[in-house]
């Protein structure tokens, strides 16, 4: 046996044969080193760089924490007991919308595009949606944290360059939760991606402070993307979104214009048995 006593060579078989069953036993995610993404007539464009160079790797660790587990991420990632001092979710605050009712109103005419395709009775179409945040279907909510700048790329003035504080409110089916009561929109843990990718229904909304003004969608200016997760990485504010495939982009908001998301980091993610 090549020279080897039969004890040994069977020690060495053995872990042959656990490293390759590990090999193949855990789900993994890869971190792309230069990732590209669609913008319009441009073709492809290189991804932005995050506030910190250890950011795309400290949470590359934290999703491999669960992934190696074989943990099902499709709703939620959660944030794994050695990160916790680095990493956080960020929360959120359930608005009434009732207490709310212009920004709820703004926000679903947006939502739904009321403007190019009305209601037949906007009314009873408020009270649905209503009824939906209170049975826990869908969600209105602002997440509590502070943002500074810009609404759009018009507003700064040469003459008075004033900023504005912002809120970040999240309105639609809760398609991440799942214990959702209506099945239609149940989040179906499974290892990999969501069923549909979560932003589609649950949009970040660019509004002012005191929750009366909505200025716009929060998206990737590039290609119309969002996310749906917020994080808190080494104290800055980032986006997470989980596509469809398991992969994982994360995007940082850009410090004079916060309704923009600006990718920064992709994870492809790899299931276990499945070959490159």
Known sequence: MNGLPRGLWCLSALCLLTLTVRAVSADEYVLDSSPMQPSGNKGEVPFEQPANS???GLYLENLRYFSRRNMALSCERPIAPPFQDRIRQIEWQDLKP??????FR???????SWRSNPPKDEKAALIWYADA?????????RAKFALKGYPDFASPSTTSPTTQAFSYVQFGSNTADRFNPSPAWRCEPRRGGPLREIWFSLKLYLVSEDLKTLFRDVV???NGGSGEALRLINEHPYVEGALRNGSIRLMRINTEYPGILEPVCFYHFKKSGSRE
């Open 133 to 141: 945040v209170v049975k826990g279907e869908y969600v209105f909510r």
């Open 106 to 112: 703004s926000i679903v005419a947006r939502q739904y």
């Open 54 to 56: 250890a950011v795309c």
């Open 220 to 222: 990737i200016p590039e």
């Open 98 to 103: 009732e207490d709310y009712s212009e920004l």
